[in-house]
């Protein structure tokens, strides 16, 4: 296989993979109108998109937090394997109530919990998948991450569609008064609604159901290529978990084409991750030698020269004292990795605390030449697209400075100040500070979702270059991401009530 194929076949698959990670969330902003509907009478008719957000950040990012810590002894293949049956039962279950029907407390009861189980999902498939993609090239996390915002520019361009071509400017054909109550709908068009709902659950069932034979095909072709049963070395997938040093059975040699190259240890734990209960057509050839990139190379020459000199970065001892056993090595890894974790962070807070709460809000103003339709529809897809387009754009114009990528999110903070100048519900159209342009509102949404895009994947790219574990950095890092979500999420608030918004 040619570099060129060979690049390409990791990119689409692992696009493939990005796609199913935030495929089930996107389905259920989709069928908002299906969830209104059948929840009209509880008290979360009008707010459960707010419950559906908090109770799938919340408990992602505590499934993230436990599938972090045992990220050292985790099956990835099972993991992954087991996350996207998982979330293709959440879809299944979803497409059975809206053919069924069901309504009310029943209703919601199942569809939180379907969520909650989607979120754990997600959290194992993004721990497992972001750490495998740190010891691969480059374009596996970029078709990650693109296939990420590939699923919610599907999700936005439909719900657009369906707007625009909907004469009565309702996405799903039922009248909605201007309290957000729901009128008396004809039975029609409820039946329309279900039956769509059903088919975008259906579909969603089946393409993960697919992603996991694309998952299992990728799979077995990485630890045939990591255990020398292929064409091409990969770097490392099966050289996980322990320090270099302690990983190695003697130092790295220069051999007859002058690479250096170094042999493991045959109880490497790193070679008994391709095992034979796992795997038991792949045959680990024992020992095994491999080619040390400059990275690894650096990080085993500080190793042994802070063993040598007894300075071993280690955990708090208030951190060590809870019995984490595993913390002396996250401690090791987010020191390494620390600008990049707080990078990522901070540019998913930037974008969660006005996308979409504060965005969602702003409507299009009188007096905007041109004067923009559907404003709202137009906004989700414009981000939606422009993520996608800056996460492609590091395939061309990338940077793994931190100094560069800090400065890129110092630049978006004047965003936030930037979309409070524009008019929402709560405005008054004579306000001298309000700007009266759809156009110039649109625009700098496309710029928040490129540079939302650019900067997130350039980091996760450049981030485990810099840790002697690479799995760990980039399963640290895909932490680091919904951090910076729920914090945006809470940024929010504030920003609303500054903007006039309760």
Wanted: proline share 4%; aromatic share 10%.
């Amino acid at each position: 296989m040619t570099e060129a194929r060979h690049q390409r076949y990791l990119y689409w698959r692992f696009n493939v993979l990005g796609v199913a990670t935030l495929v089930v969330w996107n389905i259920f902003i989709v069928s908002s109108d299906f969830f209104r509907y059948e929840f009209r009478n509880t008290p979360f008719r009008d707010n459960f998109e707010s419950v559906f957000s908090i109770l799938s950040n919340s408990v992602n990012l505590v499934a993230l937090c436990y599938a972090l810590y045992t990220q050292p002894k985790a099956d990835h293949d099972r993991r992954i394997k087991n996350g996207l049956l998982a979330t293709a039962s959440v879809l299944g279950t979803i497409f059975l109530l809206s053919v069924c029907g069901g309504e009310g407390w029943a209703a919601l009861a199942i569809s939180l919990l379907a969520l909650c189980v989607a979120a754990v999902a997600a959290a194992y498939i993004q721990c497992s998948i972001f750490g495998i993609a740190a010891l691969l090239p480059p374009c596996c996390a970029e078709g990650y991450m693109s296939g990420q915002a590939i699923a919610g520019t599907l999700a936005s361009g439909s719900q657009l569609v369906a707007v625009l071509l909907d004469k009565s400017a309702s996405s799903s054909g039922l009248d909605i008064a201007r309290d957000g109550s729901m009128l008396t709908p004809s039975m029609g068009d409820y039946w329309r609604l279900r039956l769509r709902t059903a088919a975008y659950f259906l579909v969603a069932a089946l393409f993960l159901v697919m992603s996991v034979a694309v998952w299992t095909q990728l799979n077995t072709q990485l630890v045939l290529l990591a255990s020398g049963g292929g064409t091409r070395d990969l770097d490392g997938y099966v050289r996980l978990d322990t320090d270099i040093a302690g990983d190695l059975d003697a130092p790295s040699q220069p051999n007859a084409d002058g690479v250096l190259v170094t042999t493991m240890r045959e109880d490497s734990p790193r070679l008994a991750r391709a095992n034979q209960a796992s795997f038991p057509d792949v045959e680990v050839r024992l020992p095994a030698q491999y080619q040390l990139s400059h990275t690894e190379l650096q990080a085993l020459e500080s190793e042994v020269t802070a063993a040598s000199a007894g300075h071993v970065d280690t955990a708090p001892d208030w951190l060590v004292s809870l019995g984490l056993s595993n913390a002396q090595q996250l401690y090791k890894t987010f020191a390494e990795i620390s600008p990049y974790v707080y990078i990522c962070a901070i540019v998913m807070g930037q974008t969660l605390a006005v996308f979409p709460p504060l965005t969602e809000a702003i409507v299009s103003s009188p007096h905007s030449l041109p004067r923009i339709d559907n404003l709202t529809a137009w906004h989700f897809f414009l981000f939606n697209a422009g993520d996608y387009l800056g996460r492609l754009t590091t395939q061309w114009l990338n940077s793994s400075s931190s100094r560069v990528l800090h400065g890129a999110n110092g630049v978006r903070m004047l965003l936030i100040p930037a979309f409070l100048l524009f008019p929402t519900l709560a405005t008054s159209p004579h306000a001298a500070w309000v700007i009266h342009s759809d156009v110039l509102f649109l625009s700098l949404v496309l710029v928040l979702g490129w540079s939302n895009g650019w900067v997130a994947t350039a980091a996760l790219i450049a981030g485990p270059l810099k840790a002697a574990n690479k799995e760990l950095a980039g399963s640290l890092l895909g932490f680091a991401l919904c951090v910076g979500l729920v914090i945006g999420a809470a940024a929010s608030y504030p920003l609303l009530l500054l903007a006039g918004i309760s």
